[in-house]
């Protein structure tokens, strides 16, 4: 069962950078897991292992905001030590319906 949750993820995954290609968006990876990428090369989000997707939203946007208040959504901790980085929000694939939105924010958020 996990093995088709993580499935489809990468393929809603794969969906949303379909539907950001004509905005320059590449489908790339960064540390051994799938990314978006922007026309600079910039990475902007990202596929969790566990089938979440990570966003660079920018603290203190109503993005942001939004974001995290989807349901089991959080501040990503890479280290998973309580080291937050908090311009970025993982989401969980159960709210995939949100993902394109939100990569299109994090896109359209100045570095």
């Not at 600079?40 to 989000?45: E, I, L, P, S």
């Not at 995290?68 to 694939?93: C, I, M, N, T, Y």
Request: proline share 5%; glycine share 8%; charged share 30%.
């Amino acid at each position: 069962m996990g093995d088709r949750l993580t499935m489809s993820a990468e393929e809603d995954f794969k969906q949303v950078g379909a539907e950001l290609a004509d905005l320059g968006v590449a489908v790339s990876s960064m540390m051994g897991r799938p990314a978006l990428k922007d026309r600079n090369g910039k990475v902007f989000a990202s596929l969790q292992r566990d089938g979440a997707m990570v966003f660079r939203l920018v603290r203190d946007t109503p993005e942001h905001a939004a974001a995290l208040k989807l349901p089991g959504a959080s501040l990503f901790d890479p280290s998973r030590q309580g080291r937050e980085v908090k311009d970025w929000v993982v989401v969980p694939h159960s709210s995939a319906d949100q993902w394109t939105d939100l990569a299109e924010a994090a896109l359209s958020r100045p570095r």
